[in-house]
């Protein structure tokens, strides 16, 4: 089945059973200000989304990570689809992630409670059995320069916790912007970005409602 991703020109091969492209992706790939030189690290790149619209804003090389060897097969064949060559898929965790040095890092992990998860696949993919909150902020301070940006969407309930972890691994937190299910109804994901080492206050966006 191929889409197109919205606002975009670019193409997107889906595997409508386990990598699709879900309202989360749109979000985050509106949320994440890619600049014409930076150099972005996808962690978690399923079928490519968030990557695809990365290396059409950037110059400079995007490289997509995923453990799971079908989503990194998937997303090679979408970069090929769009003939972008600033691109690259490796088969790896973020935690076996050489040292090197990133502009922003995006990630797009939906952590639910253990109940939610109906299927080992989607375990994996859905709850931080391979990669935690702490993970993600260690790994973001190892790889990315100074002033170097972090992006992600989170549960609302898991905000808290990020807050926490990013103050603890010298993220601040710059921008944020709920995501509710409509106008009569608590927000439910929350898009945030943090700086390395970054200074100042957090700017809170206007919120998104999905209907």
Same mark, same amino acid.
């Given at each position: 089945?191929?889409?197109?991703?919205?606002?975009?020109?670019?193409k997107l091969i889906q595997d409508e059973d386990s990598f699709k492209m879900t309202s989360d992706s749109?979000?985050?790939?509106?949320? /994440?200000? &890619?600049?014409?030189?930076?150099?972005?690290? +996808?962690?978690?790149?399923? %079928?490519?989304? #968030?990557?695809?619209?990365?290396?059409?804003?950037?110059?400079?090389?995007? /490289?997509? &990570?995923?453990?799971?060897?079908?989503?990194? +097969?998937?997303?090679?064949? %979408?970069?090929? #689809?769009?003939?972008?060559?600033n691109l690259e898929f490796i088969h790896t965790r973020l935690q076996d992630t050489p040292d090197d040095?990133?502009?922003?890092?995006?990630?797009?992990?939906?952590?639910?409670?253990?109940?939610?998860?109906?299927?080992?696949?989607?375990?994996?993919?859905?709850?931080?059995?391979?990669?935690?909150?702490?993970?993600?902020?260690?790994?973001?301070?190892?790889?990315?320069?100074?002033?170097?940006?972090?992006?992600?969407?989170?549960?609302?309930?898991r905000f808290h916790d990020w807050l926490i972890l990013a103050y603890e691994h010298k993220l601040t937190?710059?921008?944020?912007?709920?995501?509710?299910?409509?106008?009569?109804?608590?927000?439910?994901?929350?898009?945030?970005?943090?700086?390395?080492?970054?200074?100042?206050?957090?700017?809170?966006?206007?919120?998104?409602?999905?209907?």
């Amino acid at each position: 089945m191929t889409d197109y991703i919205p606002n975009t020109n670019l193409k997107l091969i889906q595997d409508e059973d386990s990598f699709k492209m879900t309202s989360d992706s749109i979000h985050l790939s509106n949320f /994440m200000a &890619i600049r014409k030189h930076d150099r972005v690290l +996808d962690v978690g790149c399923n %079928n490519g989304v #968030l990557s695809l619209v990365a290396a059409q804003h950037t110059k400079n090389q995007v /490289m997509g &990570i995923d453990i799971n060897s079908s989503a990194i +097969d998937l997303a090679k064949s %979408n970069a090929k #689809l769009n003939s972008l060559d600033n691109l690259e898929f490796i088969h790896t965790r973020l935690q076996d992630t050489p040292d090197d040095v990133f502009d922003v890092l995006v990630c797009n992990p939906p952590y639910f409670k253990k109940e939610r998860i109906m299927s080992v696949q989607q375990a994996h993919a859905r709850f931080d059995l391979e990669l935690t909150l702490e993970d993600l902020a260690i790994h973001s301070t190892r790889l990315l320069k100074d002033k170097g940006r972090l992006v992600i969407i989170i549960p609302v309930e898991r905000f808290h916790d990020w807050l926490i972890l990013a103050y603890e691994h010298k993220l601040t937190v710059k921008r944020c912007q709920f995501i509710h299910h409509d106008q009569d109804h608590s927000a439910n994901t929350v898009l945030v970005e943090t700086v390395k080492n970054g200074k100042g206050t957090m700017k809170v966006e206007a919120p998104i409602f999905n209907r």
